[in-house]
Nanobody, 124 residues
Framework: VQLQASGGGLVQAGGSLRLSCAAS????????MAWFRQNPGKEREFVAA????????HYADSVKGRFTISRDNAKNTVYLQMNNLKPEDTAVYYC??????????????????WGRGTQVTVSS
């Protein structure tokens, strides 16, 4: 499975961005999809995850009410809509996939497949 994240950029605090993660090589219909983020010198941090059906979603407390994860299995793509961005949301964002986990799986080490990150920078 190859994952390619896109959609990052520079935005002012309070603004919005939408990240996309397109998968190739295998259909992701039965895979849990997730987003993580990481800053230099820090551990990779769980952001959000969604079940294969798209009906079960789990979020980190820091992004609840501001971020929304969704997926389009027909397009083999997962999205992260980020609203009301804050400077502390600045990080490299990574998408991840795994066929055996549940949306409450928040450990980066548990996920088998990763895409290259996309930088999100929020200015104050």
């Amino acid at each position: 499975v190859q994952l390619q994240a896109s959609g990052g950029g520079l935005v002012q605090a309070g603004g919005s961005l939408r990240l996309s993660c397109a998968a190739s090589g295998r259909t992701l219909t039965r895979y849990i999809m997730a987003w993580f983020r990481q800053n230099p010198g820090k551990e990779r941090e769980f952001v959000a995850a969604v079940s294969w059906s798209g009906t079960i979603r789990h979020y980190a407390d820091s992004v609840k009410g501001r971020f929304t994860i969704s997926r389009d299995n027909a397009k083999n793509t997962v999205y992260l809509q980020m609203n009301n961005l804050k400077p502390e949301d600045t990080a490299v964002y990574y998408c991840a996939a795994d066929p055996t986990l549940v949306p409450t799986s928040i450990s980066a080490a548990s996920y088998d497949y990763w895409g290259r990150g996309t930088q999100v920078t929020v200015s104050s």
